[in-house]
């Protein structure tokens, strides 16, 4: 790798991270005793780092316009570009599509949860800035029990209560981007909810699983504290199990 564009990788990958807030056991880069990022294995597959460092890049974009957004400079006619549709989505039927987020339910994510917002979410702009990240790689999709236009997205991240985030997908519809409007698959919201273990074992007994990872599910469990892969038993875990209703 030559040292410029390796340096490259590394700052594109360290500033995402950074960004982020991501732990230190999740990280790909750490600091020397002089400041300087490195990767932490620096003999690792090129590719892998170059492909990792090109995802980094869109993700710090979505990230910039959290920020833009959340200080009122962003255009307030335009939704957020969350990310295109990850390979997972297009796998179940999904049309490539821009993944937008509406600045409404970036500020209902934003806003804390009190009596007098017991629906708002509370995260954080680093927990947010995430959601890239965490669409392109999901724990499980299952069609929604409530409304058959909408996929659901249980994803590898927790509340502050140590709850799955669950990510509802409303395909095919239309959104304000780049000041035109464009086709797109929306992502309504992003929320954790009480009694998980009930909800995930209702989409079990609901037939409403259309993918589950099984590597992904272990990590939830142990990231949460919560039995889940019970749930999955008899699954044919890491393949599309159905197609999923909102796209008919």
């Given at each position: 790798m030559k040292a410029e564009k390796g340096s490259e990788i590394i700052t594109t990958i360290c500033e995402y991270e950074n960004s982020v807030a991501m732990p230190d056991n999740e990280r790909l880069t750490y600091l020397d005793t002089c400041g300087i990022a490195r990767?932490?294995?620096?003999?690792?597959?090129?590719?892998?780092?170059?492909?990792?460092?090109?995802?980094?890049?869109e993700y710090l974009r979505f990230g910039h316009e959290v920020d833009l957004a959340a200080c009122g400079v962003?255009?307030?006619?335009?939704?957020?570009?969350?990310?295109?549709?990850?390979?997972?989505?297009?796998?179940?039927?999904?049309?490539?599509?821009?993944?937008?987020?509406?600045?409404?339910?970036?500020?209902?994510?934003?806003?804390?949860?009190?009596?007098?917002?017991?629906?708002?979410?509370?995260?954080?702009?680093?927990q947010v800035k995430r959601f890239p990240e965490l669409l392109a790689s999901p724990v499980v999709l299952a069609n929604s029990p409530t409304r058959d236009d909408v996929l659901l997205a249980i994803l590898l991240a927790t509340d502050a209560y140590d709850?799955?985030?669950?990510?509802?997908?409303?395909?095919d519809g239309t959104g304000n981007y780049g000041e035109r409007e464009v086709e797109t698959n929306m992502v309504l919201s992003v929320y954790s909810r009480q009694n998980f273990i009930r909800y995930f074992a209702l989409l079990r007994d609901m037939n409403a699983f259309v993918f589950v990872s099984g590597r992904k599910i272990e990590a939830l469990e142990d990231l949460s504290g919560l039995l889940l892969a019970g749930n999955c038993s008899g699954l044919d875990i890491d393949r599309i199990l159905q197609r999923p209703k909102c796209l008919g």
């Open positions: 990767l932490k294995d620096g003999n690792g597959n090129v590719k892998a780092q170059e492909a990792y460092a090109n995802r980094c890049s962003y255009s307030p006619y335009d939704a957020l570009k969350v990310c295109d549709t990850p390979e997972i989505f297009l796998k179940t039927g999904f049309e490539q599509r821009p993944m937008l987020y509406t600045q409404k339910h970036l500020f209902q994510a934003l806003t804390p949860k009190s009596d007098y917002n017991p629906h708002r979410h509370g995260f954080s702009i680093e709850t799955p985030l669950i990510a509802g997908i409303k395909p």
